[in-house]
């Protein structure tokens, strides 16, 4: 069958670069580079403009990776069902999902997913509110776990669970004693801001701005990691929800405090599917067991979110 080569045609246009798809294939550059060329003989057209930092789809391309993702999703369902014919689950899961999700909750679910199923296997991309709604309309993932704030047309909620943005301080913090704070109590201290998490960092902004307050950030970054040691060692005040730092707020290093008077107190974390693509058997377990564990994950964020 010819899902090899649609699938190289696929990873090229996603990653930009025959190198780099290369390198997510594990497939030779030569080889990737060759069945490109071969497949814009045949098809009598160019499919990609090079460029100096990479190559870009033409117009031509744009309908040949329509035609690819239609058709590789279909052979997934395919095999999905030649898997259910014998009682088991196959194939491979595309999971998009918040930061937060990806430090313990998304691991421990893989592993007690994969004691259930073993012949399914996953690729995960850790994404921003916004990117996560943009791959599962692209095609690129089939379960999208974000914020649900203003949920697309062209996608389906199947699940959520209800947390908020809290001021995450360690425990010699001056703060950490409070029963609840304000953003204007919390401008006092240096703040540790998410790049990437443009809801909760532009609320945040707004608001002090309305209250003619600014904060001094000490140190914004994309990356969460960088946050966190920051956090613990009292260096700071981060925004965030429990999610991520879940382990942390349990030993007691980092304390969860409610935020006054803030827009964001209360946030709904969903699973989002896309609403007209038929899914496969593998991916329809993993939202089952997805809504269930998260349910449980919920229940164990509550008493933090409700202090």
Known sequence: MHASILKYFAEVARSGSIRKASDELHVATSAVSRQIKKLEDELGTPLFERFSDGLRLTSAGEIVLRHAKETLQDFEVMKSNLGDLQGKNTGRVHIAALDSLLVTFLPDFIKRFHRLHPAVDFRVRAGAYNNIFHFIAAGDIDIGISFDLATPHDLKLVGSIRTAFMAMVASSHPLARAKSVTLPECAQYKLLLALDSEVVSSAIAVELAGLNRVGRTLVASNNPILLKPLIMSGDGIGFFTPVGLWPEIQTGEIVAIPIRDFKLSTV????????????????QAVIELLNTELRRFGEDLRAIVSR
Do not use: E, K, Q
Request: glycine content about 0%.
């Open 268 to 283: 709904d974390i969903a699973i989002f599917v896309p609403r007209d693509r038929h899914l496969t058997h593998a991916s």
